[in-house]
């Protein structure tokens, strides 16, 4: 059972990996897994203690992805209503310098509310209306994926992992924001002045291509419909204070982080309803979930679902504890275990890693805000940048960007920046943790 179990794990990470060469979306192998990781422990052991063990774990996978398709849905809810505009308007610099630094802390701080994926596409996508020319452009956007990796992680709401650890209760918010936030801006900060020393002090003129690209957008944008700029400010208000509304709810009710999300969603939902009460069914069916569920990527959605289950199958039948055995016995060190995972995460992806830690190490030998965790919320978190395959939000925006921003534009170019950055944020941790924290 167990080599069959190592076998599909490997080949499903494989396929995840090379998903660009194999041209097959990274959700299909990871449900598979799921499905054939658990069948194979069903086939091999008492089918009453296979049902009781996926019901334990399979309440934890869901709550993550409601978590995630909720905060997803409120995100492109605001942005039906154009509410992220006014960061638009906000940056009005065109200084180069000025204007890497005032993007990259405006998506640093944006990553904490509504999480990193969210946080670089938006700001890809505002930057393709001040930055004209693609290859200028891209490295605003791929240092908008490195403040965005390091901005999700000192908040529960900016990181899938981070989230993650949340849910679990492997970590608190107080105490994620109190230790993480120095070492996540310092990683941010880094590279983030090394490169605003090296670009040009001019903007270069955009391309016969890039003007295209731009024509072709401003025709799109016209086809949809206004909104005013009440409307606009009322739904960025409602979406960032929703948002916000979450660990409170939390807090306050000691109910997972998924309910607070669904009254957040909720909340928005019935405010954009409010909003276009008095319009025709075209008009308010544009602003409302419905189409706004049509934008949500719901195949990470399923990667996610895929991916957890499978990791779960592995902790069900004991093989993560095993592994987890022998990294241990590797690397004594369980911080220099966190930085391990950190570097692997660049190449692998980081959800299922942090899966499999919270599989192998267990609450009752690292309890909450143990900086087994704390640490790891940041490896995992901001390693996923040295290569811009790590991350989501490095996958994201290539997408966007996919004529300038590939994986060896991106390795040559940022990978060395973003390797300084988070190795410079990862030393300042440890002595915070022990002699300021």
Not at 21 to 41: G, R, V
Not at 103 to 121: E, K, P, V, Y
Not at 146 to 154: D, K, R, Y
Not at 252 to 263: D, E, K, N, Q, R
Request: proline share 4%; with cysteine.
């Amino acid at each position: 059972m167990s080599i069959v179990i190592i076998i599909t794990f490997i080949i499903a990470y494989a396929m995840i990996i090379f998903e660009a060469k194999t041209k097959l979306d990274k959700a299909i192998p990871a449900l598979l897994a799921a499905a054939i990781i658990w069948a194979a422990y069903a086939l091999n052991t008492e089918i009453k203690v296979v049902e009781t063990s996926l019901v334990e774990h399979i309440s934890g996978v869901a709550g993550i992805v409601f978590f995630v398709w909720g905060a997803l849905t409120i995100v492109e809810l605001t942005a039906a209503h154009d509410g992220f505009k006014l960061i638009t308007d906000f940056i009005g610099t065109r200084n180069p310098r000025k204007l890497i630094w005032v993007t990259s802390m405006i998506t640093f701080f944006l990553a904490a509310i509504i999480d990193n994926l969210t946080a670089a596409i938006v700001m890809t996508a505002l930057l393709r209306n001040i930055v004209k020319n693609a290859e200028e452009r891209a490295f605003f956007a791929c240092m908008a994926v490195v403040t965005a990796n390091a901005g999700g992680t000192w908040s529960p709401l900016g990181e899938i992992t981070t989230t993650m650890l949340w849910s679990g209760g492997q970590i608190s918010i107080a105490n994620i924001v109190k230790e993480m936030f120095i070492p996540s801006l310092v990683c941010a900060l880094v590279p983030l002045t090394i490169l605003g020393f090296t670009l040009k002090t001019k903007l270069a003129t955009p391309t016969e291509q890039d003007l295209e690209e731009i024509a072709k957008k401003q025709a799109e944008e016209k086809q949809t419909l206004p909104t005013s700029a009440k409307d606009r400010n009322i739904m960025l208000t409602v979406c960032m204070l929703a948002l916000l509304f979450v660990p409170v709810f939390k807090y306050f009710t000691h109910l997972p982080p998924y309910m607070g999300m669904i009254c957040s969603l909720g909340l928005v939902w019935l405010t954009s309803e409010f909003l276009h009460s008095n319009k025709d069914h075209e008009t308010r069916h544009q602003y409302s979930v419905a189409h706004a569920l049509t934008k949500v990527n719901t195949t990470n959605l399923f990667f996610f679902l895929g991916i957890l289950l499978a990791v779960s199958g592995m902790e069900a039948t004991h093989i993560l504890k095993s592994w987890g055995d022998w990294l241990f016995a590797a690397v004594p060190n369980i911080l220099a275990v966190d930085f391990v995972i950190g570097l692997i995460s660049a190449v692998v992806d980081n959800v299922p890693l942090v899966a499999g830690m919270q599989g192998m190490y267990s609450l009752a030998d690292y309890p909450i805000d143990h900086p087994l965790w704390i640490y790891l919320s940041y490896t995992a978190g901001t390693g996923g940048s040295i290569l811009v395959i790590g991350s989501a939000a490095g996958v994201g925006v290539m997408g966007q960007e996919p004529r300038v921003i590939t994986f060896g534009w991106f390795f040559r170019k940022i990978s060395l920046l973003a390797l300084i950055g988070y190795c410079a944020g990862a030393v300042v941790y440890l002595p915070l943790k022990w002699w300021v924290y």
